[in-house]
Each structure stands twice: as structure tokens, then as C-alpha cells.
């Protein structure tokens, strides 16, 4: 087998994002696109020779492609062992699984998640590191600076590998091994959750919904739900996974599948409602007659999760990215455990897991995970609530009044400006950051400023520091509004505004939420200016 160095030139607007590289699918199909980022990454690490990685992605367009560049590429320096979901197919968090099952030295995850697939759609490459989760800024920012530098690859000449038939082949040195995407994942499912529980709940006329959009779940939710669980054939819609996702946007939100929630919200509503999005790593949770925001599914999963089996210890803590509500901090406090306050990002969590700081981890943006791996899980958190629903034998829309009535309700709204002018989405995000010391104790109507900061984050294991991770506006009475610029976007600059008022008061628990906000809505729109600097009067999309 030869092993070919090929010269190359860098490109340099490799820079890995919230969560690894993001572009279009024609961009990454430039010349040495792929192959100059699989090398950066490689010579960003060191001491895998002879190791294993594991690779697979959502199934999009592109997918096939890019696992057979990266097993030749692997091969060719020096990895012992390449491990494929079959079909080139792994959710992010059976990846995350599998990594760590595996004890392998890392994975490579392809995925663009909720973003649109297909020729004209989003592509990404993320490298995940031997805990299962992605590389943290210290790796991701070394890969960058290699792209920058990078003047060959190194790859075999070989056939391409039968991704589709499950056994070994071997590729000069390495053995390349493709394995069943949905077995190990499952059993580490079983191991959590009481099973026989939820069989029961099904069998006795439980009812289900779950949209897999199409997308990397429909394998995992079909073998899990309607096989292991015995929920009716036809629980799982849109079951298969698409290169193109059928033509949707694989986004589990109240805009991309307000049909759920319409669905949920009907006479006949399901007793639950759920998808994910494409690479499976984000939930949507809808009980009959009541939405579950992921800031509030985090903060009821953190105080119910003892009802699992695989949580029955307890939990040692809870962390949420900083936009997320503060709604999980109140359940930490009155547990008696730790709450921690990440930048956007899974990334940020893994020390935290790893350390045994936290079990419960989430994010506002459809995130909820725990130790048992590396990523957010959209599944886990569907399996989550079945398991919490079982137990406490009552119904969704119940759990969530008991947990108002006992914690307060956080009213929650994130907005979208998507695709806007990336100059003008900077030039808001400076002047709000030149005005930050001047805003504190300013009143705008009823709002007076408490606080005004751009969020830094001191990592407490291994004391790295990450600046500039979003601007907060935080007002006498507790209410917040955020705003920062995503970091997964492939087209100009996509402003996400955060808002959030905590109300005590069980009487006042079933407003409407954007009427909830109304005032902190207005202001965040005037206060920077949104329409000048955007050219948007309204966001794009409101979740
Ligand atoms: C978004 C979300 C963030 C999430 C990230 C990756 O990032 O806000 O919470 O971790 O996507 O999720 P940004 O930078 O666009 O706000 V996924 O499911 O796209 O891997
Ligand atoms: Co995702």
C-alpha cells in the first residue's frame, strides 16, 4: 500500500466555530478542502500511532465522501484501528458512546446538525477528543493555526472501503472496522433507564410522537422506542435518514416542526411529543397541551433525574451555558449542589463531566446531556422524560405546573436575526461592547441595569480563561437580556437575542411567553439598535 504526500496550500478560514467547521457543502468541495482540515487535525495531535478513531456523520450529503478520505488519510498516518458507523452513519452521541466504549484516542464527527443538507446545504467536520467530547479551544485553536500552515497532506492509495457491510478489512496497517451505529448506544440507554417502566407505560396505551426529521435518530428512535420499548409502529416518523433530509430544515424548534406542536396542542394530542435534529444531538419535548422549553427541561430533568436508574445516586451538579436560563440554578440550590455557568458551546461541559462537577448538562438552544457521555443527547432527554413521566405517574403538562409552583417559572424567549449583514451584526456587537460602562444603573422605563458585561469564563479544572462570549444586560429585578453572534452559521452573521424574567408567583405562571416579555422584547430591539445596525425590524426566527 503507497502512501502518497501530497502538496498543498492553506486555506485560511478554517476556523472551527461553537462546534467544529461549518460550511457549505460546494465550499468543502473545493480541492484539498477536506483533506488540508482531516491533516490539520492530525498534526494538532500527538501519540495516536496505532491507535483507534472513530468516525461517522448524520448521513448528509457529502458524508460518504469525506469517511473515505478520512480512512485513507488515517491509514496513511498511522492510526491502528478506524472504526464506521455502517453506512457512514453515527449521531453524535452514539459517537460520543462509542469513543468512549472503545477507549479509543478520538473521533471525527461530520455533521452541520439542524442545518439544511444536501448539494447546496451545510457540511462539518468536528474532531472529538478520547472523553468522547469535542476539543476543547486549546486543540481546536492549534488546528486553526496548522490550516494556516498547512503545506501537504498524506493519504494511501486504495479502493474505496464497503461502508455498508458490517466486519473487518484491513487498509495497509490499519484495520478498518464498521460496526452496527445503534447497538452499543442502545445498551448504554438500557443501563440508565428503567426499561421494563416505560414498556409497562406503552403497553398499558401510553402514546407517542417522535419526528426524526429525516435525520441521524430514525435508527436509534425505531430500534429504542417502537423495538426495545414496544411503543406502536408508526411512533417514529420520518424514520429514515436522507442526504438531504427530505428537504428540511432538521431543526427540532416551534418554527421547523410547529406541525409537532400543533400536533401536541390538538384534540388528539399524543401523551408526548419529541424529535431531534440531524445529527441527534438536540431534543424537542412537547407534552399533550404543554411546550418544555429546554432551559425548563434541564432544570426538571436536574430535579428528576434520581427517578432514572442509572442517576438513582443523585446528582453531583448542574451546568448550563450562560444564555440558558437560570432556571437550573435553583434547583441546584435547593439540592444542595453545584451550578455552573459555561460559554455557548458541549465543549465547555467536558471538563466539568470529566471532573465530576456535574452530571446534568444543557443549553437553551434544544441541549440536554449528562456524564454518560460526552455531547448533549437529544434521545437520552426523550428517554429522560418517558423514564420521569413513568415514574412519577403524571403527565407532562402536570410535572411542569408542580416544578412552577415549587421553583418559579423563568419566562424564556430566544430570537433570531439570522443571515444578516456580518459589518452590521459587528458593528452592533462593538458599539454595545464600547457602551457596556455606561449602561450600568441606567433605567429605561421600569428596567433599571444591575449589571452590563461581556461573559468570561474561568474554567475551574483546567484553569483556561475564554473572553468575549456575550454581552449581558442584567436588570434589578433578574431579568436578562443577552446577545452574541453564533458561532455555527455558514452565511453572513446570525444575532441571537436572549431575554428572560423569573416570576415567583404561581398565579401569574400561565402567560403567554412572548407577552410575558414584551417589555424586555421592545428593549432589546431599541437599546442596540437592531433595526439600524440589521436592517431587521423583527427576528427571523423566535423560539
Ligand atoms: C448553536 C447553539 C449552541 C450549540 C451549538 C451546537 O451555537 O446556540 O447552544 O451548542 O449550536 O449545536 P451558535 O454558536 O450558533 O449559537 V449543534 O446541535 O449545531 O451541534
Ligand atoms: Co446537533
Redesign the pocket.
Known amino acids: 500500500m503507497s502512501v502518497k504526500t501530497v502538496a498543498t496550500k492553506p486555506y485560511l478560514d478554517q476556523a472551527p466555530?461553537?462546534?467544529g467547521l461549518r460550511k457549505k457543502v460546494p465550499h468543502f468541495q473545493q480541492p484539498n478542502y477536506v483533506e488540508n482540515f482531516v491533516q490539520s487535525i492530525f498534526d494538532s495531535l500527538e501519540g495516536f500511532a496505532g491507535k483507534t478513531l472513530v468516525v461517522g456523520g448524520d448521513g448528509r450529503y457529502f458524508n460518504r465522501e469525506t469517511i473515505q478520505t478520512v480512512v485513507k488519510m488515517a491509514a496513511a498516518n498511522g492510526f491502528g484501528r478506524l472504526v464506521v458507523g455502517k453506512g457512514g452513519i453515527l449521531s453524535?452521541p452514539a459517537a460520543s458512546a462509542l469513543i468512549r466504549s472503545l477507549g479509543a484516542f478520538g473521533g471525527l464527527i461530520l455533521?452541520a446538525?439542524?442545518n439544511p443538507g444536501g448539494p447546496d446545504g451545510d457540511f462539518g467536520i468536528k474532531y472529538n477528543i478520547g472523553n468522547g467530547g469535542p476539543a476543547p479551544e486549546k486543540i481546536t485553536n492549534a488546528i486553526f493555526a496548522r490550516t494556516r500552515t498547512i503545506d501537504a497532506y498524506r493519504i494511501v492509495e486504495a479502493p474505496d472501503v464497503d461502508l455498508d457491510k458490517l466486519g473487518q478489512t484491513r487498509l495497509g496497517a490499519m484495520t478498518v472496522e464498521i460496526v452496527d451505529p445503534v447497538a452499543d448506544y442502545r445498551k448504554l440507554m438500557e443501563r440508565l433507564f428503567d426499561f421494563a417502566a416505560i414498556r409497562a407505560m406503552f403497553a398499558n396505551g401510553f402514546t407517542m410522537r417522535f419526528d426524526a426529521m429525516s435525520a441521524v435518530t430514525g435508527p436509534y428512535a425505531k430500534a429504542i422506542l417502537e423495538g426495545a420499548l414496544g411503543a406502536a409502529p408508526g411512533t417514529v416518523i420520518n424514520g429514515e435518514p436522507l442526504p438531504d433530509f427530505g428537504g428540511h430544515h432538521p431543526d427540532p424548534n416551534l418554527v421547523h416542526a410547529k406541525h409537532l406542536y400543533d400536533l401536541a396542542m390538538s384534540a388528539d394530542a399524543p401523551d408526548i411529543c419529541a424529535a431531534s435534529?440531524g445529527?441527534g444531538?438536540?431534543n424537542l419535548v412537547i407534552g399533550r397541551g404543554m411546550f418544555v422549553t429546554p432551559s425548563d427541561s434541564l432544570a426538571m430533568i436536574a430535579a428528576n433525574a434520581h427517578l432514572a436508574p442509572g442517576y438513582a445516586k443523585g446528582i453531583s451538579g448542574v451546568a448550563r451555558?450562560m444564555p440558558t436560563s437560570a432556571a437550573a440554578d435553583r434547583v441546584a440550590a435547593k439540592m444542595g449542589v453545584s451550578a455552573y455557568e459555561t460559554p455557548?458551546?458541549?465543549k465547555f461541559f467536558g471538563n466539568l463531566l470529566d471532573a465530576d462537577l456535574v452530571t446534568i448538562c444543557g443549553?437553551?438552544?434544544a441541549?440536554t446531556g449528562s456524564n454518560h457521555v460526552r455531547e448533549?443527547d437529544g434521545l437520552w432527554a426523550v428517554l429522560m422524560w418517558l423514564n420521569i413521566v413513568a415514574a412519577r405517574k403524571q403527565s407532562v403538562a402536570d410535572i411542569v405546573r408542580a416544578h412552577w409552583a415549587s421553583y418559579g417559572r423563568n419566562y424564556y424567549s430566544r430570537h433570531d436575526y439570522e443571515e444578516v449583514d456580518a459589518a452590521g451584526a459587528n458593528a452592533l456587537m462593538g458599539s454595545l461592547r464600547e457602551r457596556l460602562p455606561t449602561l450600568k444603573g441606567r433605567r429605561f422605563g421600569a428596567l433599571t441595569v444591575a449589571e452590563a458585561d461581556d461573559f468570561a469564563y474561568h474554567d475551574p479544572v483546567d484553569g483556561s480563561d475564554s473572553a468575549r462570549q456575550g454581552v449581558r444586560l442584567i436588570f434589578a429585578d433578574g431579568a436578562r437580556i443577552v446577545y452574541?453572534l453564533?458561532?455555527?452559521?455558514t452565511a453572513g452573521a446570525?444575532l441571537?437575542v436572549y431575554i428572560e424574567r423569573y416570576e415567583p408567583d404561581a398565579s401569574k405562571q400561565e402567560i403567554e411567553t412572548q407577552t410575558a416579555l414584551a417589555d424586555l422584547v421592545a428593549l432589546s430591539r431599541s437599546i442596540v439598535g437592531i433595526e439600524q445596525h440589521t436592517g431587521r425590524a423583527e427576528p427571523s426566527v423566535i423560539t
Open positions: 466555530g461553537t462546534s453524535t455533521s446538525s439542524h435534529d445529527d444531538d438536540r451555558s455557548t458551546g458541549w443549553e437553551e438552544s441541549g448533549k452574541r453564533s458561532g455555527t452559521g446570525t441571537r
